[in-house]
């Protein structure tokens, strides 16, 4: 095999596969990242950066870049607030700072994962030891005993094959990587699609006390409401709202739509400016395994899941932060390959136990029709947040330090 070839491949450059291939070429492993779009994503997808993978950014490197006053950095927000919409009534705020001492970072940090993307790629250029290759598209793949073979088009619809010792795929949801590799997706798919609206209004001046990451129980209509700093003053708040199964995506998509929308969490005259939206379907699925021979899985294109609760990309990191300590030691001789089997297990583990059950079980909450079950559940929300011991107890787990350590814990 020729040194070029003594390499690993990560498919799809999003928050996964650069935080996996920054983490990779810090332990001398390199990389060649490919990413079939022509610069990293600017979409507005996760922004929510939980504490234990505030911590994994920071010992990667990238504290100045996250803790940047600029636009480009993020925002500390420890409080959440959940609400209940159809009375206007506070239910119940969660402070993270009551883990202080406990973790090392006892917050959350409100960072676009575009953002995260742009702070890792001059790092991973500036190893020497990672290429990152825009415009470039996974077409197929073979793989033998001893490496891998990527067959990729660039731009200009020239193909040429890449070989190296591993694939990592972090190629998203609809990963091209776990296709060709046969890897079953298993799960569901929801009825119901779900609609982000971003605005440059400041849901802050309406008086209603609103903090950065508010979760509202509706029966007919739930919301996620969160700041994050887009370009700068004065912000970007986004909503998440359910479209329901008969409304169609014309009627969801359309200008009234997304105004009524808006208009419902706070009413105000003319209409709001919009500087994005996406409607998108929602998924509850985790990859059969996550490693195949020589092929590996990471974030999305090995589990999807409903975005409330902010756990999809956290669960990603903490794959690409496991998955790049285990490949490493394989890499060097310090471990045997079926570590690897040992990352599924307890990636796995992390996805079925809990991101699984936790965004189910918060979809479910959020939307409940039945009054009594509602009130039941919003009323223990309140007692959990009035307990100390209950409220850190609903921290560890929504923060997915529990999800972290029960998975690390499994052989």
């Known amino acids: 095999m020729s040194m070029a070839d003594n390499r690993v491949i990560v498919a799809g450059a999003g928050p996964v596969g650069a935080v996996m291939t920054l983490a990779l070429v810090k332990m001398g492993i390199p990389v060649t990242l490919i990413e079939r ?3 990293a994503a600017e979409d507005q997808r996760a922004a929510t950066i939980h504490p234990p993978t505030v911590d994994m950014l920071v010992k990667l490197g990238l504290e100045k870049e996250m803790f940047s006053t600029e636009p480009t950095g993020g925002m500390e927000a420890p409080l959440f607030h959940f609400r209940d919409r159809a009375t206007g009534k506070l239910i119940a705020v969660f402070d993270i700072s009551l883990l202080k001492g406990e973790v090392p970072y006892p917050y959350v940090v409100q960072w676009e994962q575009y953002k995260l993307v742009h702070a890792a790629l001059p790092y991973i250029k500036a190893s ?3 290429e990152v290759r825009f415009s470039t598209k996974l077409t197929g793949l073979a793989q033998t005993a001893d490496h891998v073979e990527a067959t990729v088009t660039n731009a200009a619809g020239e193909t040429e094959t890449l070989r190296g010792k591993y694939l990592i795929g972090s190629d998203g949801g609809s990963s091209t990587v776990r296709r060709l590799a046969e890897i079953a997706f298993e799960g569901f798919t929801y009825p119901d699609r779900f609609i982000k609206i971003g605005t440059s ?10 903090c950065t990451r508010n979760y509202f129980s509706d029966p007919d209509e739930w919301i996620n409401l969160f700041k994050v700093k887009g370009k700068g003053p004065p912000g970007i708040w ?3 709202f359910p479209v329901p199964e008969q409304e ?4 969801a998509l359309s200008m009234a739509g997304i105004q009524r929308r808006l208009q419902g969490i ?3 005259t003319g209409d709001y400016e919009i500087p ?5 379907a929602v998924h509850q699925r985790v990859a059969a395994t996550f490693n195949k021979g020589r092929v590996l899985l990471a974030g999305d294109c090995a589990h999807v899941n409903n975005p409330i609760g902010g756990m999809g990309m956290n669960g990603g990191i903490h794959d690409a932060i496991n998955l790049a300590e285990k490949l490493s030691d394989v890499w060097f001789g310090r471990a045997e390959e079926s570590v690897l089997d040992r990352y599924t297990r307890q990636r796995r583990k992390a996805q079925v136990d809990y991101v699984q059950a936790q965004t189910i ?3 479910k909450a959020l939307e409940e029709k039945d009054p009594k079950v509602r009130w039941q559940h919003l009323d223990e929300l309140r007692r959990t947040s009035e307990d100390v011991i209950l409220h850190k107890k609903f921290l560890y787990r929504s923060s997915l330090i529990d999800s972290l350590s029960s998975a690390n814990a499994v052989e």
């Open 276 to 280: 994005y939206y996406a409607l998108y």
């Open 248 to 251: 169609t995506d014309e009627e």
């Open 201 to 210: 209004f400041d849901f802050g001046t309406t008086g209603q006390g609103y």
């Open 361 to 363: 079980a918060n979809k």
């Open 37 to 39: 779009l022509p610069d």
């Open 238 to 240: 986004r909503g998440v």
């Open 128 to 130: 020497g030891l990672g």
């Open 266 to 268: 706070h009413q105000k």
